[in-house]
């Protein structure tokens, strides 16, 4: 019997980072759902109950912190990995403690094998 297909939500707005982690995800197995802002990024995880949420930290509308914030109040969250340029090894630490509780954070520019290792590790294939 085959295992059901794991779903990934990617939130992310640059176009170009977008297009190539959905391009390897799917390439990979993954079904993959898309918002380019936040807001979107929360309205889908609650539709589409995704597996693992990839989320951006700079978006219109709803940081990723925001967004990891509300969807951890959910009853069973997903895992949900935050990336950025901006993100360093204290704020990880400040984040956790101020609740924001993501399951992994990815430090752009990451390597994409370096990502699907990371997914791996919260979901499996």
Request: net charge negative; hydrophobic share 40%; aromatic share 6%.
């Amino acid at each position: 019997m085959e295992a059901a297909t794991k779903r990934i939500l990617v939130i992310e707005d640059d176009p170009v980072g977008h297009s190539a982690i959905r391009d390897y995800l799917v390439a990979h197995g993954y079904e993959v759902h898309s918002a380019t802002d936040g807001a979107r990024g929360v309205e889908l995880a609650k539709e589409l109950t995704p597996d693992l949420v990839l989320c951006d930290v700079l978006l219109p509308l709803k940081s990723g912190f925001e967004v990891c914030f509300e969807l951890k109040r959910e009853s069973k969250p997903a895992p949900i990995v935050l990336m950025s340029a901006i993100l360093r090894r204290e704020d990880e630490q400040r984040y956790g403690k101020e609740g924001v509780h993501a399951d992994a954070y990815l430090v752009k520019p990451f390597a994409l094998g370096a990502m699907l290792t990371r997914i791996r590790q919260l979901i499996g294939r």
